[in-house]
């Protein structure tokens, strides 16, 4: 019985740890996404609405998933400045949105002219941003669908091989 | 500097607030209650005016005339200071930075220069700037207290001209008659295309215009004028310095409608105003000139038109 008990635990145990590495991939296609059209609605903040900057990444963030992101940047812009801001606000949470050191970068490079620029840089600053966080978001896509999968069934395989093995 | 009748109200000291963080350290230690304008300029010494002349800030965070010993202002500063005027939001202020200044929290203006950016033969944007001076404002409460007799018996508003050369007091003087007039019960409209009376900024004005006094900003004055008419039926409408004949069109427009004007225009008396507005200064019924002389905001004479 105790065996049983043993041997179910490891598989369960094994389970999880597949099942979170593939929710961490799911997590990042998730979040790159929301982080593109926050960006898209910043675009449309600054463009057309000409919302100065902190209401317009308030705006951008609301009710969307890396809301934490631009409103951390929206309260540090002034005093930080918006470079440093944008970045500490990027890199301080990509830990729990699953990014990347690449996604990182792609998504902090569009602090360096945020808001110093007329509309027009704006938007080709922005535009910039989204066409490099495109293949990242291709790739995160691509890397959820072919080892999501295998990271889950995976770790059940092998928690059921271990159990095999200790029992 | 505006000597105060009554109460001198100033808010030079916040003006460390837009400030980049390399230059604030050394402006902690100084007193800004008089001076009237802060310029930096890249690879220039930060320099502050005072009544009694220009100084510089030094690393030791004092002020001295040498010019040597003032702290050098640099690229990075300006941007800094830019970041903070524009709330890191330059686009949402570039019709202000094409037409010279941006107006800050305070009322202070914000001059700006650098290379214009020319699109159609207007200023598009200016690029590359290298230099800002900031106008610090002041207002100061009862500068209008030797005039407003003049100008209203308490039932009606006199159409009235302030006549001036630049840096006399027009501005201040206008500022404290509308604040007297929304205080007497009149429905006092700004027409301030330059946002030098009102200087309003984010929806409200650093200065104290009384419980009745509507400003439109930002607009050309002969067309804010006519606007505030239709929309917000005032009493007296204030504008500062008349030029164009649109103007003056307006003026008319207004007085037929019934709407007295409070107007300023630069001049040394009312002949030279005479000779600048032509027949149409008869669309005023009095004329108030001031002077620098023996200091600003001096009422040198109320004449009738």
New interface residues.
């Given amino acids: 019985m105790i065996r049983l008990i043993g041997a179910s635990m490891i598989i369960f145990a094994c389970a999880a740890c597949g099942s979170h590495m593939s929710s961490g991939l799911k997590k990042r296609c998730e979040y790159l996404d929301a982080y593109a059209a926050s960006l898209e609605s910043l675009k449309a903040h ?1 463009c057309f609405s ?5 209401k ?1 990444l308030r705006l951008a963030g609301e009710a969307s998933a890396v809301s934490d992101a631009f409103s951390a940047a929206a309260d540090a ?2 005093s930080l ?2 470079k440093k801001a944008w970045d500490t606000a990027v890199r301080g949470t990509s830990e729990a949105f699953c990014l990347t050191r690449a996604d990182e970068d792609a998504l902090a490079a569009l602090g360096s002219r ?6 027009e ?2 938007k080709r600053n922005i535009d910039g941003v989204l066409a490099s966080l495109a293949p990242l978001r291709k790739q995160a896509r691509s890397q959820y669908e072919t080892n999501g999968r295998l990271y889950r069934s995976g770790a059940v395989l092998c928690g059921i091989l271990a159990a095999v093995l200790l029992i | 500097m505006y000597i105060a009748t009554n109460k001198t109200v100033s808010s030079s000291r916040r003006i460390t607030a837009y400030m980049p963080h390399s230059l604030r350290r050394y402006m902690y230690g100084i007193n800004f209650d008089t001076a009237y304008e802060i310029h930096l300029g890249v690879n220039m010494p930060l320099a502050v005016y005072f009544p009694d002349g220009r100084f510089f800030v030094t690393r030791r965070g004092i002020l001295t005339r040498n010019a040597s010993e003032g702290v050098t202002v640099t690229r990075a500063d300006i941007d800094g200071a830019l970041e903070l005027i524009t709330d890191a939001s330059i686009y949402s202020v570039k019709d202000e930075i094409c037409g010279g200044f941006v107006t800050v929290d305070g009322g202070h203006r914000v001059g700006i220069t650098g290379s214009a950016v020319i699109r159609n033969g207007r200023i598009s944007f200016v690029k590359d700037i290298s230099a800002l001076n900031f106008r610090l404002a002041a207002e100061v409460t009862g500068a209008a207290d030797n005039v407003i007799a003049a100008v209203t018996d308490g039932q009606t508003v006199k159409n009235t001209l302030f006549i001036s050369p630049p840096g006399a007091g027009k501005t201040t003087i206008l500022r404290d008659t509308a604040r007297r007039l929304s205080e007497a019960g009149f429905r006092v409209s700004i027409a301030d295309e330059r946002y030098e009376i009102a200087a309003m900024h984010g929806g409200k004005s650093a200065f104290d215009l009384g419980p009745s006094c509507d400003v439109l900003s930002g607009a050309a004055k002969s067309e804010a004028m006519i606007t505030l008419l239709r929309s917000m039926s005032p009493d007296v409408i204030i504008t500062d310095e008349l030029g164009g004949d649109d103007d003056f069109k307006a003026v008319e427009k207004l007085l037929n409608c019934g709407v007295s004007v409070i107007a300023s225009v630069h001049g040394r008396g009312v002949s030279q105003a005479r000779s600048r507005c032509g027949d149409l200064i008869k669309l005023f019924d009095i004329a108030v000139v001031m002077s620098k002389n023996p200091r600003v905001g001096t009422i040198e004479d109320v004449a009738l038109l």
């Fill in positions: 600054i000409d919302f100065p900057l902190e317009a812009m002034k400045g918006i945020l808001g110093l620029t007329d509309v840089d704006q």
